[in-house]
Nanobody, 117 residues
Framework: QVQLVESGGGLVQPGGSLRLSCVVS??????????MGWYRQAPGKQRELVAV???????NYADAVKGRFTISRDNAKNTVYLQMNSLKPEDTAVYYC?????????WGQGTQVTVSS
């Protein structure tokens, strides 16, 4: 079974930074064959795309995080990262890692990010 495990969430003050990690395990193949993305869901809102890095290396960001967040991937380590800088209270949400492609469509359990003073 393919598993995605997120880490790095927590409580941070406005203007602070966090780095989320997502490790994919359970497959003999590298995540290089998949699109990797980060999504988030705030209370009372639908899940939304934050950032995606495709199997071809193309990157897309939600307008709300553009210029502040950076998605990267280390295919050899089967790990995708989300560097979050200049965090705002509206960034508060559960952040989910997603892998989509030949390995199937898989989600992590999420990690809570709370931006508050």
């Amino acid at each position: 079974q393919v598993q995605l495990v997120e880490s790095g969430g927590g409580l941070v003050q406005p203007g602070g930074s966090l780095r989320l990690s997502c490790v994919v395990s359970g497959s003999r193949f590298s995540i290089s064959i998949n699109d990797m993305g980060w999504y988030r869901q705030a209370p009372g809102k639908q899940r939304e795309l934050v950032a995606v890095k495709t199997r071809y290396g193309l990157t897309n960001y939600a307008d709300a995080v553009k210029g502040r967040f950076t998605i990267s991937r280390d295919n050899a380590k089967n790990t995708v990262y989300l560097q979050m800088n200049s965090l705002k209270p509206e960034d508060t949400a559960v952040y989910y890692c997603n892998s989509n492609g030949l390995l199937g469509n898989n989600w992590g359990q999420g990690t809570q990010v709370t931006v508050s003073s």
